[in-house]
DNA sequence: TTGAAAGCGCTAACAG
DNA sequence: CTGTTAGCGCTTTCAA
């Protein structure tokens, strides 16, 4: 049909009829150089003193034989790609998604192109992907949420690739985070208030979502203590269902709790959107869910959920302020690791 | 710091002090020639019949000297890149996102480097983003709800570059897209049951969201229309709202509706979960919204939504089986145009 | 103002 | 079984 051929693994081949242009062609066709056309082409043939002339000769040539640059070759001579790479460990929720969405943005609007990998919170997956990246030359790697920020680093410093970390810290690379702490402890504070203002008796709250081991779940838990004393209150370990993200994960951890013969607190912080999905099935599956009466936190951010639900508080992590304090540290150079700690919002429920 | 220095834009520029070991590098270590590293290196070296012994000691040297392929250098000489690009609309969402996730690792699966980027359905974007694409060599575009599929395809033609569609049907290139129009037509039905059983008078529903001229919601609205017309219902064209996707255009649109001295209908098909964000605001604001008497449809799926709410019906497109299918094209190395189209599922409600 | 020539790192003929 | 050589498309001295 269209002259394709296909090798052994069904993958196509390239079609020897449909040669791309190079600015050799183009070079030929306009009576220049390949250096003038290069130059044009790239841009760069204003520092080269090109005639208007033949810059315009050479672009309206380029434009009609379809001409597109090779960006591999390109590299390859510069020795600097242009490309971003960055690991993302899901795509399809508010927080992550506006991440992956805004990064490609800025990083377009710095002539930069984008690449994103979703690494599912694998964290075989998070090495595997950062070595590809570096394979395919990104000139810098941003790590966002992975579960081992400093070995990726050194990954990228074996191969001189400048990396920096977001959503989660690490000790060897500029770091951009939320203010874990602070959110989470006036997220309790709410919480509890929410309690108080509905003449409910004040009691320790329900923890449930995250990995106690990573650093965004223990400072939460942090803050989560904190509000507690705050409030004249102990925030007993047994309350804290740390037992991963995973909707079926934290259905399961609140059934044995309650089959642990303990009764369910009045009110429950919820670590993410994700985790909120399988405490909210747990308790309509047991009668517990009333959608005025429920009194949930959730340290994450979904306005469909949001606007669904009666009773329900959310954070908001501030992503454009991360992603702009990200691109700061980018463009400036900076490769010390520090770590920048922004506050997050609250999303009103309801 | 780090012996980093910065150009004019700020950016980090190569460091010549970790200048990357190169297959040169390794042969000289290992005592052979560049061809032998260059053929273990990337697995072809069995067909080679390079000794085990010789094998063994390159790979060692590699690892211990931290080498790390060019893909670059190695895509320009093999004139195939091995990246297989996508264009989609947004990440964060179920849909887009689990198309986005499930096409990453179907193509690392087959030893494809992904390049996903996301278009914000901007048409001026798609171009420009599937121009980016070519000149980076990928090996074949994927465009996932792409505004103007064609056009992405006859791009793509031009650098003979094999294309495909997802989501949104194109008439140059293979499609593979779910069956709206039934899937609409089943939830239609499904909400006017709901009716019934609720013991309401059945009457027309309102549809909200979409663009009027794309193929997804036109067929939506064919469903819709056929389902009434099953029931013995007329569905009138000014009950069609689909004045775009974001959810201030849904609720400024039933605003309108209503300002014009129309009664809201007993139900409303809502064209994806982000219109629903906005109808369902909109509902609350006017005091139409009681989780228990909402007659509400999606076509589209969120798990989240779906357990918050008590009485929202939602069509679940078959990600995994659209993915199957585009890489069973992609496999065979199918080019011509015809569209594949695949049943979509309900998620239950509550 | 412009062009010729070298070479980025890798792979595929071809020669041994 | 292994090595030598040429060249993918581009950019960058350097020379004119």
């Given at each position: ?72 070759a390109s590299a390859l001579r510069r020795e600097r790609s242009h490309l971003i790479g960055m690991l993302v460990p899901k795509y399809d929720n508010r927080y992550f998604g506006a991440i992956a969405e805004g990064f490609e943005a800025m990083a377009r609007a710095r002539d930069l192109f984008p690449i994103i990998t979703c690494t599912l919170r694998d964290p075989r997956l998070e ?224």
């Amino acid at each position: 049909m269209n002259g394709n051929s296909r090798d052994a693994a069904g993958n196509t081949a390239r079609r020897p009829n449909v040669r791309r242009k190079t600015i050799y062609d183009v070079a030929r066709l306009a009576g220049a150089s390949p250096t003038a056309v290069s130059a044009v082409l790239n841009g760069s043939w204003r520092k080269r003193r090109i005639s208007e002339a033949l810059a315009e000769r050479i672009l309206k040539i380029a434009e009609d034989e379809g001409y597109s640059r090779n960006m591999q070759a390109s590299a390859l001579r510069r020795e600097r790609s242009h490309l971003i790479g960055m690991l993302v460990p899901k795509y399809d929720n508010r927080y992550f998604g506006a991440i992956a969405e805004g990064f490609e943005a800025m990083a377009r609007a710095r002539d930069l192109f984008p690449i994103i990998t979703c690494t599912l919170r694998d964290p075989r997956l998070e090495l595997e992907a950062a070595r590809a990246m570096i394979a395919h030359q990104v000139d810098c790697l941003v790590a966002c949420g992975a579960t081992d920020p400093d070995r990726i680093t050194r990954i990228c410093q074996a191969s001189g690739v400048r990396s920096l970390n977001l959503d989660l810290p690490g000790k060897l690379a500029p770091s951009v985070i939320s203010d874990n702490r602070g959110g989470a402890q006036a997220l309790t504070a709410a919480i509890l208030q929410g309690l108080r203002a509905a003449g409910k008796p004040l009691a320790p709250l329900l923890f449930v979502g995250g990995r106690a081991h990573d650093h965004n779940t223990a400072e939460r838990i942090a803050g989560f203590r904190a509000a507690h004393a705050d409030a004249g209150l102990a925030a007993p370990p047994e309350l804290t269902l740390a037992a991963g993200y995973a909707p079926e994960k934290a259905e399961a951890a609140i059934a044995a709790f309650v089959a642990g013969g303990r009764n369910l607190p009045p009110g429950v912080f919820v670590n993410s959107t994700i985790t909120l999905e399988g405490v909210v099935r747990w308790l309509k599956a047991n009668d517990a869910y009333d959608t005025r009466a429920a009194h949930l936190g959730c340290f994450d951010w979904d306005p469909l959920a949001s606007v669904l639900s009666e009773n329900l508080l959310m954070v908001r992590q501030d992503v454009p302020a991360m992603l702009a304090a990200l691109f700061a540290l980018i463009d400036s150079g900076e490769s010390r690791a520090a770590i920048i700690d922004l506050p997050t919002r609250f999303a009103g429920g309801g």
